[in-house]
């Protein structure tokens, strides 16, 4: 597992539970507004015992290891990390931009997942626009079908650019989830991004996002705003 970094504690990446988020290095997207780029650099590789010693070490006072990254589904070897997380007692969750749904399913055979969030970039023919490279969206839309039926909880969630989406495209993304329980629409904050052109961008104002929640929520059960 080549591992980037570490958030030692955290109240808000595994909903309701306590938990350490590791971030793995390496991603097959270049989305404008990330602001993991660091993540890319694969000299920030930080020994996966020592990671797995601080772990064991927070047994009994963090709930839930959050898997993230860059892409997490990269890693070769990353059924056999969460495995090890899950024999030290935690809950486990990803965060994977579902481009590699038969890792996904992998994972989810072995009973490794409790939680699985995917980000969903933009409708499905407008995929590669926001992320910059090329992309098998049937990799997505088998994600999301997987995801939707895998008996988990689960949530999608898109970073919100005004720029790049506009009204209709997220009627298109609501079609595209019918029948999720969760859909989160998160407020793009231009502080860090890796394409410094970002910078400058915005996202919507809150009553455009109560706009847009109310129409998602024709398709989506529960739409909410972070």
Known sequence: MKIGGVQKTSFIDYPGKI????????????CGYCHNGGLFDLRTILPQKDVLEYLKNRQNKLDAVVISGGEPTLQPDLPDFARKVKNLGFLVKLDTNGTNPEVLKRLFEENLLDYVA???KAPPEKYF?????????KNIVDSVDFIKNC???YEFRTTVVKEQ???DDFEKIGSFLR????YYLQKFRNSTTLNPEFASMNTYSDSEFEILKNMLEKYVSSVKIR
């Open 19 to 30: 938990a350490a988020v590791i971030f793995t290095c390496g991603c097959n997207f270049a």
């Open 118 to 120: 995917m980000d969903i």
């Open 129 to 137: 626009q926001v992320v910059n490279r090329s992309v098998n969206v």
């Open 151 to 153: 008996g988990v909880d």
């Open 165 to 167: 989406l506009n009204f």
């Open 179 to 182: 029948g999720a329980s969760l």
